[in-house]
């Protein structure tokens, strides 16, 4: 098989030479982004990739993708391999601490060294613009009348977005149980089931609406951020009476075992990445907003999280 | 004729020197990813787009175009000559085109797949030129209900590749069905017939499963006869180049394929598998040479080949006008889009005419690229097959291990490419066909999600299965599929139906 082989190797070799970026004088890092290529963890990683890379923050840094179960299978995996080693690094979020405990999964969140919260996205509740739905409020009383009427599309089972709805629903009274969730596997059937009007409404992180809102093919009817969202023209949900405040958050984290120096040392990086211009600049491109929060606040604001998705994720009947 | 003014346009800054070299690079880059099984063209887009970052829009999102029609054609090749499907779209490829290569067609093969693919992206792409609006407008109008009867129309279709023995055939169908089944539950979120293991939450890879059951099964069974080493496959009977009969067998499926692939691509849960099972499915009933399935029918190749590129041009369609990325490689470019702040979607043609229509005339150009890169490289390739058998099936093995590894480098996916391969084996021993297997692990969650999806927004109520008028002429069209040929049987056997040309 000399062709495809030599093929093989020219690929490795024409894909090596164009991640690998410059000559490293900083320390060499590896991100893995326990997902495949193209969602929100892959560009968190290869966010971070670029500001590193392109501010001489770090020498070269890997991207690595293990994807599988919601996050966990990378998760395992790193826990296991990386043990020790600050120049090792994984993204994660509100999602993986979803699936882990509806997976049961073996390693959690406690293997590793939780180490910044870097962005977050608040969610959008949204129509079509053809829908007879014109705001949040007609959507409760319609809930509140035949749960099972109100059809919500979204995210994978128990994710963000379906947390959300059974929270709406809780807050209003409603069984969330009886919540008629419609999980789609990707952004895009989902985007396209609200297009065309096969939901009753759509709910996602809001920039995966963004640029339909714009072009003027779905109506915001309200987000679930603590205050109104400049640029987002749609009330808040607290605004319409529904005490409920959601956010999508990403965060990175670092190997069990670290030295207190080793951890200093990556917080540091980590610190430092955040502030470049290159890091803001994307978080402006991509629409996530800055939700940067370190070390021991960020760990006891996990510990917080992880506590409130069990509890939802219960309701809805999704967890014991 | 507003577009095609555009499209020329659009040409002229995809044939600019700068854009044409991105164009090639792409091209030459998909179709390296797309021989190898595993590695495929999102993985290449994402690897890129870091280094493509200070670029110019234009010139990068050109060569990720590039990439992706690339991809779809590489796929072919190792299909065809290896029996190792790249990616899961030219699986069908795999069933009528090796068995031309192993009888010393597989230049004819190769050609009409490249050729078929050419032809089906030239007019996918003048589709997707002149017709978005209204192709994005009807795909949209698929509902769950409407996805769940096209399945239904794939299975019903299908089931003529499932060999001579229809008992055997179920049995390797619900044998794919079964392994589908496997891992979380899309709708529920809950676990099935995961044993434990976290590695299976996901389910049961399709490339994997592909490459294990028609690579490795194949050639163990091979090698597991007697004299198997001895026995020499020519490389080359008869010509290397298509002949006038080739030719003449070849342009319908290609047009078939490709009203199959553009429209189904464009749908958001369509994908680019089902219009390969469509097309494989019409050509084998429309055939004047029914003899040759299961021999090594160019129909089957070209047909299929003609559809997955077909299919790629489609999934540009939801991305360019809606924004909505439908497949992996098409969400990346999305990403790339975004990261030079550019939304796709009606405002992008309005803001950046130049870029959009620059990339829509690059996939002319890319196509074109394509065939004069592989149409000479189809005598090196087939010399493949010269090489001594132990030779060969030894690094069947190892390129199908490599391409595994390189997707998805862990020990769980080694060891479950190796128990589907004596799995493939196992069913290649007794005569079981491998083609339903890897049909039902593809088709099986797919019909069962879009059916509790329309299940969830109907509340239960199962005529929506009729009461939506595209659910129930695709449904009608099922129920002719599978009674139409017993019906004909029974009064007369040879008669084509169908035919309308």
């Not at chain 1, 390693?107 to 739905?133: C, F, K, N, Q």
């Not at chain 2, 050109?62 to 029609?69: L, R």
């Not at chain 2, 004819?108 to 589709?127: D, H, K, M, Q, R």
């Not at chain 2, 005598?379 to 997707?407: D, M």
């Amino acid at each position: 098989m000399p062709v495809p082989l030599r093929r093989l190797l020219a690929a490795a070799a024409i894909l090596a030479t164009a991640a690998a970026g410059g000559p490293a004088l900083a320390a060499n890092l590896k991100i893995i982004a326990p997902a495949s290529p193209g969602g929100g963890w892959d560009q968190t990683a290869r966010s971070m990739q670029q500001a590193m890379q392109s501010e001489k923050i770090a020498g070269s840094v890997q991207v690595e993708n293990v994807p599988g179960a919601g996050g966990t299978i990378g998760l395992a995996q790193f826990a296991n391999r990386a043990k020790g080693d600050p120049h090792q690094l994984i993204v994660g979020g509100y999602v993986m601490v979803g699936a882990i405990i509806m997976n049961d999964a073996p390693v959690t969140l406690d293997a590793v060294t939780p180490l910044a919260r870097l962005t977050g996205e608040y969610e959008a509740i949204v129509v079509a613009t053809d829908s007879p739905i014109k705001t949040i409020g007609e959507v409760i009383d319609k809930l509140k009348a035949n749960p099972g009427s109100v059809s919500w599309g979204g995210g994978s089972a128990g994710g963000t977005d379906h947390i959300a709805a059974g929270l709406i629903a809780k807050a209003v009274g409603v069984d969330p149980t009886k919540v008629n969730y419609i999980p789609f596997s990707g952004g895009g059937e989902s985007l396209a089931a609200v297009l065309g009007g096969q939901t009753t409404v759509g709910v996602s992180s809001y920039g995966e609406f963004d640029a339909q809102v714009k072009s003027g093919k779905l109506r915001v009817l309200a987000i679930t951020a603590p205050e109104r969202v400049p640029g987002i023209d749609a009330p808040t949900m607290k605004e319409s009476g529904v005490d409920v405040e959601v956010q999508n958050w990403r965060m990175v984290a670092g190997p069990p075992g670290l030295t207190p120096e080793g951890k200093a040392e990556i917080l540091k990086t980590i610190d430092d990445m955040a502030k470049t211009k290159t890091w803001r600049d994307t978080l402006k491109t991509k629409g996530w907003t800055d939700t940067y929060l370190a070390g021991d606040a960020f760990t006891a604001q996990l510990k917080e999280d992880i506590a409130k998705a069990h509890t939802i994720l219960r309701d809805i009947g999704l967890a014991e | 004729m507003d577009a095609f003014v555009s499209l020329a346009g659009g040409l002229a800054v995809a044939l600019q020197p700068t854009n044409l070299l991105f164009c090639l690079i792409g091209v030459t880059l998909g179709t390296a990813v797309g021989v190898l099984p595993g590695i495929g063209p999102a993985l290449t887009v994402a690897l890129l787009l870091p280094v493509t970052f200070k670029l110019d829009p234009a010139g990068s999102l050109i060569m990720f175009a590039g990439i992706y029609y690339g991809g779809m054609y590489g796929g072919s090749t190792s299909s065809i000559l290896l029996n190792t499907p790249g990616e899961s779209s030219s699986i069908v490829t795999a069933l009528e085109g090796n068995l031309m290569a192993r009888a010393g067609r597989g230049g004819p093969a190769l050609a009409t797949a490249a050729i078929g693919s050419f032809v089906a992206g030239a007019i996918a792409t003048l589709g997707l030129a002149l017709l978005a609006p209204y192709v994005v407008s009807v795909a949209l109008a698929f509902w769950p209900a409407d996805y769940f009867s096209l399945m239904i129309l794939a299975f019903a279709t299908v089931s003529a590749a499932f060999g001579d023995s229809a008992l055997r055939g179920l049995t390797s169908l619900f044998l794919g069905l079964a392994l589908g089944l496997v891992g979380i539950d899309l709708m529920s979120g809950q676990a099935r017939l995961d044993f434990g293991v976290p590695d299976l939450l996901d389910g049961v890879e399709v490339t994997t499963a592909a490459v294990a059951l028609f690579a490795i099964g194949e050639t163990l069974f091979v090698v597991s006869r007697k004299g198997a080493a001895d026995e020499t496959i020519e490389p080359i009977k008869g010509s290397l180049w298509m002949t006038r009969e080739d030719w003449k067998r070849s342009w319908k499926p290609w047009l078939r394929g490709t009203a199959f692939g553009f429209p189904i691509g464009a749908m958001p849960a369509g994908g680019a598998e089902i219009p390969t099972f469509l097309s494989y499915a019409t050509e084998r009933r429309l055939t004047k040479h029914p003899e040759e399935f299961g021999k090594g029918a160019i129909e089957g190749v070209a047909g299929p080949e003609a559809a997955n590129n077909a299919s790629a041009a489609g999934t540009l369609v939801p991305l360019l006008t809606l924004g909505l990325p439908t497949s992996a490689t098409a969400a990346i470019m999305l990403a790339g889009f975004q990261q030079y702040g550019l939304n796709p979607g009606p405002l992008l043609f309005a803001a950046k005419p130049n870029l959009v229509w620059g990339l829509i005339a690059s996939l002319f150009v890319a196509n074109a690229l394509l065939l004069i890169l592989n149409l000479p490289l189809i005598g090196l390739w087939v010399r493949l097959l010269s090489i001594p058998r132990p030779w060969l099936y030894g690094g069947i093995l190892v390129f199908a291990t490599l391409g595994t590894l390189g997707a998805n480098p862990s020990l769980f996916e080694l060891g479950s490419l190796l128990a589907l391969g004596l799995l493939g084996f196992g069913l290649r021993v007794f005569g079981y066909p491998i083609a339903p297997v890897v049909i039902g692990l593809i088709l099986g969650p797919m019909a069962e999600v879009q059916l509790r999806r329309a299940l969830a927004i109907s509340q239960n109520d199962w005529t929506v299965l009729i009461t939506s008028p595209i659910s129930a002429v695709l449904l009608t069209i099922a129920a002719l599929a599978v009674i139409l040929p017993i019906v004909l049987k029974t009064r007369e056997k040879g008669i084509v139906f169908g035919e309308d040309d």
